[in-house]
């Protein structure tokens, strides 16, 4: 069983940056793929982010190139997504999921076992 936490979130101004957390329980963080996935009201969850278990592999969803970059710290059990340059279009509820036990990387939601609660991100004009 893993249990994860989202933090970091809030309301900030376009342009402007934050770093969400996600904090994972368990023994298997290591071994596990994480992603980081939204959702603005009335639209489909989508990607935004995933990484490898080792870390050696990341994805970057089109809109998110460039500007937010993922990182985990398996001593910390965490997964990180500094956000910068942000636009009022990245305003949604943010979830890490994880994929226990795959050394690999997925950007396909329905392939992830776990998810946290969510944080909300709103950038205003």
């Known amino acids: 069983q893993v249990q994860l936490a989202e933090s970091g979130g809030g309301l900030v101004q376009a342009g402007g940056s934050l770093r969400l957390s996600c904090a994972a329980s368990?023994?298997?963080?290591?071994?596990?793929?994480m992603g980081w996935f939204r959702q603005a009201p009335g639209k489909d969850r989508e990607i935004v982010s995933a990484?490898?278990?080792?870390?050696?592999?990341?994805y970057y969803a089109d809109s998110v190139k460039g500007r937010f970059t993922i990182s985990r710290d398996s001593g910390a059990n965490t997964v990180y997504l500094q956000m910068n340059s942000l636009k009022p279009e990245d305003t949604a509820v943010y979830y890490c999921?994880?994929?226990?036990?795959?050394?690999?990387?997925?950007?396909?939601?329905?392939?992830?076992?776990?998810w946290g609660q969510g944080t909300q991100v709103t950038v205003s004009l």
């Open positions: 990484i490898s278990g080792s870390g050696a592999s990341r």
């Open positions: 999921a994880a994929k226990v036990t795959y050394y690999g990387i997925t950007i396909r939601l329905r392939d992830y076992d776990y």
């Open positions: 368990g023994r298997t963080f290591s071994t596990s793929a």
